[in-house]
């Protein structure tokens, strides 16, 4: 029996998933311990055609049904800003009820539901990150977003997460999308993960600590 399996809702997820696994260290960011998933896998990273986040909330238990008895766990990655806006409370707590009639145990499965958007979670204050959009350093790829009115002072993420997104792959000669999401994910460090505040992350964060707990001198 498999592990894991992680249910995605769109194509950007998947880019960043994948090169995320692809890492030696990816269990260290993650502050797990190991635990066995093969990054090229269309079975381990799932993502199935025409059913993006409106069709994880109806239908993500049932798109699960071939694998229930082949993985222990299923992680269920979705965002909350779509029509008809249902918030992400609701997404959360329907799709855990729909995955418990279905069959799944309480404690073997896991719904992240982004809030607002995948986007969330590329903004952490990191090298890295500023580099998988073409600069060579956050403040300052910040600071010109913020001059743009893209990023307000203060805030944590920028204000529109996709514009912010596009414009500063823009700055960078980068190009937009899959490529920006494979390339923060590939290089995102355990600081930037555990900074990050967005719930859905948390959550998922949490379930893989408590499904495959660390282990002082393993994996190290």
Known sequence: MRDVIFHLADQHMEAGFRAFFSRDDWHFAMGCQKFDIDPDSERDI???GGYTDGGLWKHAHTNLVPFKDQYRHAVIVLDADFEPHPGADILHQEISENMLDAGWAEDSFCVVVIDPELEAW???PNVNVARAFGHDDFGKMKAALSAEHL??????????????RDRAARLGGKKTGGPIFRGVFAGISKRACDLCEETGFKRMRAALNTWFPYELGVNL
């Open 46 to 48: 799932y993502r199935r």
């Open 122 to 124: 590329l903004w952490a």
């Open 151 to 164: 990023w307000d002072e203060g805030a944590p993420k920028p204000n529109d997460l996709k514009r912010a």
